[in-house]
């Protein structure tokens, strides 16, 4: 299963905390909104992610 995540536009309804994070990497509880989704979705699914251009080098170094 592919499982294609992405910021849709309503990023900035949690500024400033996504000014350099995508809204995915938001801690919710113990762990991050992608994490809580990656867990439901089972953990062997390929993950896709899509956030803002400026975000793209940062989120490859993570």
Do not use: N, Q, S, W
């Amino acid at each position: 299963m592919k499982l294609c995540i992405f910021e849709d536009g309503k990023e900035m309804d949690f500024f400033p905390l996504t000014m350099t994070r995508a809204v995915y990497e938001l801690r919710c509880g113990r762990t991050t909104i992608l994490e809580k989704l990656v867990d439901a979705f089972g953990k062997g699914a390929e993950v896709c992610l899509h956030a803002r251009d400026y975000l793209t080098e940062v989120l490859r170094e993570r």
